[in-house]
């Protein structure tokens, strides 16, 4: 086992030092179960500023939330316990749902509002005149939790996210140079489309990220706009290159060498502009090389062929890479002068795609609710049906562990694993209950017998690798000190209350198993059929999103099957799957979409080819072959009118979509012929 670093040190004596002033101001000011406001100061810490700022103050939101829910529906439902479990089922589901429709920190509200309800309500059935009162005491304890972890951790040597943030986005845009690098140069090394892949699941990644930005204690937060904008302009090259990258590759099958190496020298140096310091403008440069891709293009006439228009469509996504790259480079130092405190006023307000336009699905959130609500409500049966004093423990552990890892796809091995290390914390939670807490009678002693156990399983939180197993070895020795009242335990109290933890454990993973268990597979094909779905929507025309919006979407998609493709394993329906291909669909359809006004003529083709991509994308995964060489036929009509509609530059970008279009979705078919007698 590797020796604690000075950063893990430092957040682990960060943690306990907040930990123990909560605990503190709790025994100074009365407040009945200050153990409360030990576990929230450890639920909210994080390594990083920013997040305990933000984690703080949505899991303060979500107390006040779930505390008024208490108050209102307890005193009115007390007399009917079941009707009053119903409810609490009902509302702890319907707070998960919305939750998990909300990909930002503040899900984590709406998640608290829910479960807070259960451990605050299940506990005090007993005792529903003093509701109130155990409300206020309980908001109170974690309030003062998130308190202690805010002020300790944004004061005493903070950790800004900032910088971490902003390697993060360097080394995203150092991965971007290496593909754009491997794309445009044949003998560099080609990566695997999992590499492709990741990267766009770094972005969304970043993106989530980014969201704890304002939080953040470093001059970072001021460039979120930049920020966000630089991570748009990364979701929008993925298409572009995966495009540029499989337009070479047309080109060198059709065997236009000669074509090739005219683009050659221009390939070259569009790799040199990407890998120039990044202290440089570019914007010269930039203009300079869509000068030469502009005479580079072949002119646009209906005698066109298919090896001219791979180069129309080559033309217009090296004109687009460009922008990117220029866009890129003057965001990131936009970025480092907002550092310093420099930032130009109108990148302030740049405009931006909202974390809300990600992938949503609503089956699944649907899906988590419903098992939730069932766990809760068979662990309500049970404890009404056997009179279990110390039963309420197992609705509200079966409540915290369905929410809390709602996110994943098979949710039992998290849960079991969270199961099994609160049953090994068993043994030390009674040697501080029974033990050591009635030997302790004053502040100093209890710091000193709590020090060694909570300062190593600090360092164990701080490490990635050993979160997992750390925090619910602590959550329940924290929990047991809080729910268990410390100055009238006993053994039977402690091995009730244990015995009611651990049977909401088990009801959590055997609900979860029956009712929302899937696996990487299944959840993958219902990304590649939400992909599939908006597509056939925008064929229709119902909902056409902005470029930026529907990159974002997709490349979030694709960065979601990532792992499950790795995990799916010979599935060979999966692994024919290319998501990227989808990507550089959508991202044609919805140029061509915005441009269809201005085609005039050629407008009266492009209708029905929109309707038999809708009807594609409506169908897949199956294939029917005829609608297939319909498609086809239609696409190639599309090619020939726009080929002899108005030399403009919307004829230019329509051509240029349907072409990726046609490569897209039928890569082996023959080649395009200009016109039907030469096709004859």
Same mark, same amino acid.
């Given at each position: 086992?590797?020796?604690?670093?000075?950063?893990?040190?430092?957040?682990?004596?960060?943690?306990?030092?907040?930990?123990?002033?909560?605990?503190?101001?709790?025994?100074?000011?009365? &407040?009945?179960?200050?153990?409360?406001?030990?576990?929230?100061?450890?639920?909210?810490?994080?390594?990083?500023?920013?997040?305990?700022?933000?984690?703080?103050?949505?899991?303060?939101?979500?107390?006040?939330?779930?505390?008024?829910?208490?108050?209102?529906?307890?005193?009115?439902?007390?007399?009917?316990?079941?009707?009053?479990?119903?409810? &609490?089922?009902?509302?702890?589901?319907?707070?998960?749902?919305?939750?998990?429709?909300?990909?930002?920190?503040?899900?984590?509200?709406?998640?608290?509002?829910?479960?807070?309800?259960?451990?605050?309500?299940?506990?005090?059935?007993?005792?529903?005149?003093?509701?109130?009162?155990?409300?206020?005491?309980?908001?109170?304890?974690?309030?003062?939790?998130?308190?202690?972890?805010?002020?300790?951790?944004?004061?005493? &040597?903070?950790?800004?996210?900032?910088?971490?943030?902003?390697?993060?986005?360097?080394?995203?845009?150092?991965?971007?140079?290496?593909?754009?690098?491997?794309?445009?140069?044949?003998?560099?090394?080609?990566?695997?489309?999992?590499?492709?892949?990741?990267?766009?699941?770094?972005?969304?990644?970043?993106?989530?990220?980014?969201?704890?930005?304002?939080?953040?204690?470093?001059?970072?937060?001021?460039?979120?706009?930049?920020?966000?904008?630089?991570?748009?302009?990364?979701?929008?090259?993925?298409?572009?290159?995966?495009?540029?990258?499989?337009?070479?590759?047309?080109?060198?099958?059709?065997?236009?060498?000669?074509?090739?190496?005219?683009?050659?020298?221009?390939?070259?140096?569009?790799?040199?502009?990407?890998?120039?310091?990044?202290?440089?403008?570019?914007?010269?440069?930039?203009?300079?090389?869509?000068?030469?891709?502009?005479?580079?293009?072949?002119?646009?006439?209906?005698?066109?062929?298919?090896?001219?228009?791979?180069?129309?469509?080559?033309?217009?996504?090296? #004109?687009?890479?460009?922008?990117?790259?220029?866009?890129?480079?003057?965001?990131?130092?936009?970025?480092?002068?907002?550092?310093?405190?420099? &930032?130009?006023?109108?990148?302030?307000?740049?405009?931006?795609?909202?974390?809300?336009?990600?992938?949503?699905?609503?089956?699944?959130?649907?899906?988590?609710?419903?098992?939730?609500?069932?766990?809760?409500?068979?662990?309500?049966?049970?404890?009404?049906?056997?009179?279990?004093?110390?039963?309420?423990?197992?609705?509200?552990?079966?409540?915290?562990?369905?929410?809390?890892?709602?996110?994943?796809?098979?949710?039992?091995?998290?849960?079991?694993?969270?199961?099994?290390?609160?049953?090994?914390?068993?043994?030390?939670?009674?040697?501080?209950?029974?033990?050591?807490?009635?030997?302790?009678?004053?502040?100093?002693?209890?710091?000193?017998?709590?020090?060694?156990?909570?300062?190593?399983?600090?360092?164990?939180?701080?490490?990635?690798?050993?979160?997992?197993?750390?925090?619910?070895?602590?959550?329940?020795?924290?929990?047991?000190?809080?729910?268990?009242?410390?100055?009238?335990?006993?053994?039977?109290?402690?091995?009730?209350?244990?015995?009611?933890?651990?049977?909401?454990?088990?009801?959590?993973?055997?609900?979860?198993?029956?009712?929302? #268990?899937?696996?990487?597979?299944?959840?993958?094909?219902?990304?590649?059929?939400?992909?599939?779905?908006?597509?056939?929507?925008?064929?229709?025309?119902?909902?056409?999103?902005?470029?930026?919006?529907?990159?974002?979407?997709?490349?979030?998609?694709?960065?979601?099957?990532?792992?499950?493709?790795?995990?799916?394993?010979?599935?060979?329906?999966?692994?024919?799957?290319?998501?990227?291909?989808?990507?550089?669909?959508?991202?044609?359809?919805?140029?061509?979409?915005?441009?269809?006004?201005?085609?005039?003529?050629?407008?009266?083709?492009?209708?029905?080819?929109?309707?038999?991509?809708?009807?594609?994308?409506?169908?897949?995964?199956?294939?029917?072959?005829?609608?297939?060489?319909?498609?086809?036929?239609?696409?190639?009509?599309?090619?020939?009118?726009?080929?002899?509609?108005?030399?403009?530059?919307?004829?230019?970008?329509?051509?240029?979509?349907?072409?990726?279009?046609?490569?897209?979705?039928?890569?082996?078919?023959?080649?395009?012929?200009?016109?039907?007698?030469?096709?004859?």
């Amino acid at each position: 086992m590797n020796l604690p670093t000075r950063s893990e040190i430092l957040f682990s004596v960060k943690s306990f030092a907040a930990a123990m002033l909560s605990v503190y101001v709790s025994m100074r000011i009365g &407040l009945p179960r200050p153990f409360w406001a030990m576990m929230t100061a450890y639920i909210c810490a994080a390594p990083f500023a920013g997040p305990v700022r933000s984690k703080g103050l949505y899991r303060a939101g979500g107390t006040v939330l779930g505390a008024i829910a208490v108050t209102f529906l307890v005193p009115r439902l007390i007399n009917s316990p079941e009707l009053l479990s119903l409810v &609490l089922a009902l509302w702890i589901a319907g707070c998960l749902y919305f939750s998990l429709l909300d990909r930002t920190p503040r899900s984590y509200m709406l998640m608290l509002g829910g479960y807070t309800a259960g451990l605050i309500a299940f506990p005090a059935v007993n005792e529903p005149a003093a509701i109130f009162d155990i409300v206020l005491a309980r908001v109170e304890e974690i309030l003062l939790g998130i308190t202690c972890a805010t002020v300790v951790h944004s004061l005493v &040597l903070p950790q800004p996210f900032g910088p971490m943030l902003v390697a993060r986005l360097d080394n995203a845009v150092r991965d971007a140079q290496h593909w754009i690098r491997d794309a445009l140069n044949p003998a560099g090394d080609t990566r695997s489309a999992s590499d492709r892949r990741k990267l766009a699941g770094d972005i969304t990644e970043m993106r989530l990220m980014t969201t704890h930005l304002p939080f953040d204690t470093s001059h970072l937060r001021w460039t979120e706009k930049a920020v966000n904008a630089l991570q748009e302009r990364l979701a929008a090259f993925v298409p572009i290159v995966s495009g540029v990258e499989d337009r070479l590759t047309a080109l060198r099958e059709l065997g236009a060498t000669e074509v090739s190496e005219r683009w050659h020298a221009l390939l070259r140096d569009v790799v040199a502009l990407t890998e120039s310091p990044k202290d440089v403008a570019i914007d010269a440069q930039g203009a300079a090389l869509r000068q030469r891709i502009d005479a580079l293009e072949p002119k646009v006439d209906d005698t066109l062929g298919w090896t001219g228009m791979i180069e129309v469509n080559l033309a217009a996504r090296l #004109r687009r890479l460009i922008e990117i790259c220029v866009e890129t480079r003057a965001l990131r130092q936009h970025i480092d002068a907002g550092v310093h405190g420099r &930032l130009p006023e109108a990148v302030r307000h740049l405009p931006g795609v909202p974390v809300s336009a990600l992938h949503l699905d609503r089956g699944m959130a649907l899906l988590s609710a419903f098992a939730a609500a069932v766990a809760v409500l068979a662990c309500c049966a049970f404890w009404i049906l056997t009179g279990w004093p110390s039963g309420a423990a197992a609705p509200m552990m079966t409540a915290v562990l369905c929410c809390f890892f709602s996110t994943q796809d098979d949710p039992v091995p998290f849960i079991k694993t969270f199961m099994w290390y609160s049953i090994y914390a068993i043994p030390l939670s009674a040697l501080y209950l029974l033990g050591i807490l009635p030997a302790v009678h004053n502040f100093e002693s209890f710091v000193l017998a709590c020090a060694p156990t909570f300062l190593a399983l600090g360092v164990f939180l701080a490490r990635p690798s050993t979160f997992g197993r750390a925090m619910p070895f602590l959550f329940a020795i924290c929990g047991t000190l809080a729910m268990i009242d410390t100055h009238n335990a006993d053994m039977v109290s402690f091995v009730n209350s244990t015995l009611a933890q651990v049977v909401g454990y088990i009801a959590a993973a055997v609900t979860t198993s029956v009712f929302r #268990r899937v696996g990487a597979g299944w959840t993958a094909r219902r990304l590649l059929k939400a992909g599939w779905s908006e597509l056939s929507r925008m064929g229709t025309g119902e909902r056409v999103p902005s470029l930026p919006e529907f990159s974002a979407r997709m490349v979030d998609r694709v960065g979601q099957l990532t792992p499950r493709l790795a995990l799916a394993g010979k599935d060979q329906d999966l692994q024919a799957v290319d998501a990227l291909r989808d990507l550089r669909i959508g991202l044609n359809m919805t140029l061509l979409q915005s441009v269809r006004a201005r085609l005039g003529r050629g407008d009266a083709a492009v209708g029905p080819l929109m309707k038999q991509l809708s009807r594609h994308f409506a169908l897949r995964p199956r294939v029917d072959a005829g609608c297939e060489l319909s498609l086809l036929d239609t696409l190639d009509n599309a090619l020939r009118a726009i080929c002899a509609g108005e030399r403009d530059a919307a004829q230019r970008e329509a051509l240029a979509a349907l072409t990726g279009m046609r490569r897209d979705l039928f890569p082996k078919a023959a080649a395009y012929q200009p016109s039907l007698a030469t096709a004859i």
